[in-house]
């Protein structure tokens, strides 16, 4: 249950910066508040997810899954850079949040 919670946290994560970018600098009042909605249940589901994974996998995790849909969803959906490095860094990133939820005892 942890890991799913951690799973959609990080979707929300992707969601607040798109979220933030929609806002334009919070200039526009419904996206800046999905930025506060998305970021504020987040936080809240990466915090219910740390009562029972460790620390530092779990904001790993979280920073991953957020980092990486966050660039790839820019690339698709905005039209941001896929230059081959870019995206064999998404790849590094990814692979490293897989190999934190293949650890034992996580």
């Known amino acids: 249950m942890s890991w799913a919670l ?3 946290a990080g979707i929300l994560e992707i969601a ?3 979220a933030m970018k929609s806002s334009e600098g919070f200039t526009r009042l419904i996206p800046a508040l ?12 990466l ?10 996998t ?4 979280w920073t991953g899954i957020g980092a990486a849909g966050t660039a790839i969803l820019g690339m698709a959906v ?4 896929a230059a081959p490095l870019r995206i064999l860094s998404i ?3 990814l692979s490293g949040v897989v190999g ?5 005892g996580n």
């Open 16 to 18: 607040f910066a798109f």
């Open 91 to 93: 790849v590094l990133i």
């Open 34 to 45: 999905l930025t506060v909605a998305t970021g504020l249940s987040s936080v809240l589901l």
């Open 78 to 81: 905005l039209g941001e850079s």
């Open 47 to 56: 915090s219910f997810s740390l009562r029972t994974l460790p620390m530092g």
């Open 58 to 61: 779990g904001y790993a995790v």
């Open 6 to 8: 951690l799973g959609l």
């Open 100 to 104: 934190l939820k293949l650890v034992p």
